[in-house]
């Protein structure tokens, strides 16, 4: 809601306000715009999510498998047979049992909640700044008819009274 609507509607706007001989330059601007934009959001994103896990991620695991009963000497097997993925790697680890694991499990998903929490709340200034460019932009209303500004293919004009 906060920009989606706002970017979808980026396209049509400029492609409805741009002159007629600045129409396909506008559309490639407006594309790219969006696209440049999603690419350097993503990345912020991804950097503010991977940052909060490499900070937080493994002493989290730690701490709860260690107040679940692990014993301290197997924490660093146990986050690097989590990181891994491989049940053989987490079941070999020394200590461990499904109270410990789950606990460890859940300590990780907290942690990975948080990190896409405080990535989503990013976007809120933008989402801000979105709201009140809306506020600023003039209505279309009157230019959405069905002339075609600029067809695909050449069409030979038609005089008044001729059949096509």
């Known amino acids: 809601m906060g920009?989606?609507?706002?970017?979808?509607?980026?396209?049509?706007?400029?492609?409805f306000t741009a002159p007629h001989a600045y129409l396909a330059s506008a559309s490639g601007l407006a594309y790219s715009g969006r696209a440049i934009g999603g690419a350097?959001?993503?990345a912020v994103l991804d950097v503010i999510i991977n940052n909060h896990l490499h900070k937080h991620?493994?002493?989290a695991i730690g701490s709860a498998a260690i107040e679940a009963g692990l014993p301290e000497s197997s924490v660093s097997k146990l986050v690097k047979?989590?990181?891994s993925g491989k049940t053989n790697l987490i079941n070999g680890v020394?200590?461990?049992?499904?109270t410990i694991l789950r606990a460890a499990r859940d300590a990780s998903q907290r942690?990975?909640?948080r990190a896409y929490n405080l990535a989503w709340w990013s976007i809120l200034p933008f989402i801000v700044i979105c709201?009140?460019?809306?506020c600023f932009l003039r209505g279309v209303k009157e230019l959405m008819t069905e002339?075609?500004?600029a067809t695909v293919e050449n069409v030979a004009k038609v005089k008044e009274g001729e059949k096509a």
């Open 147 to 149: 002339k075609v500004e």
């Open 57 to 59: 991620l493994d002493s």
């Open 81 to 83: 047979a989590m990181d």
């Open 131 to 134: 709201f009140v460019g809306l």
């Open 94 to 98: 020394p200590g461990i049992d499904s």
């Open 3 to 15: 920009q989606a609507g706002p970017l979808t509607l980026l396209v049509p706007l400029v492609q």
């Open 40 to 42: 350097f959001g993503s």
């Open 111 to 113: 942690t990975h909640a």
